[in-house]
């Protein structure tokens, strides 16, 4: 059984944990540098990704996590996870990070405030099962992709509607809260490509 941890500094922890164990991973919550070396995977949840940058700084887990991501430590990024992965983030702060995991232009709050969160039904590549239900909540969006990293889905599921799930490798990111709604196909695929990067 693989252990993917969950960045227990602020979003829906609990919720990405339960869904973890539903989909036959041992979930970890990590909070210090020591526990990065005790996972195989790491998920990233939404919340406010300059603020999620600072914690990482202050609580000493940027530069451990950065080092974990470049080696190639699967990881997903939800919501303002898929910010902390981008290479580029539009409409960031200037003291704002990321990890650069993923070569793509990700917009901050692209759909708007916290009135405008919504909810639709998504097909994913990759995943089986039908659509996805997905619940946006003060979402970004991807602008632009570089080479090699795989459009999943795009809003709308229209071909010139911004992408709203990304994957390269062992990295994933996606701009809603898959942790909602109990559905655990996406934390069971995240599963599959930790179990994979460990054979």
Known sequence: MVTIGVLALQGDVDEHMRALDRSGARALRVRRAGELEQID???????????????????????????????GLPTWGTCAGMIMLASTILDGREDQLSFGALDMAVRRNAFGRQL??????????????????????RAPWVESVGGGVEVLARADNSEDAPIVAVRKGPFMACSFHPELGGDDRMHALFTSIVEESTK
């Open 41 to 71: 995977g790491l998920i990233i949840p939404g919340g406010e990704s300059t603020t999620i940058s600072k914690l990482l700084t202050s609580f000493g887990l940027f530069e451990p996590l950065a080092q974990r991501i470049r080696s």
């Open 116 to 137: 405008d969160s919504y909810e639709e039904e998504l097909h994913i590549g990759g995943l089986e099962g039908g659509v996805f239900h997905a619940v946006f909540i």
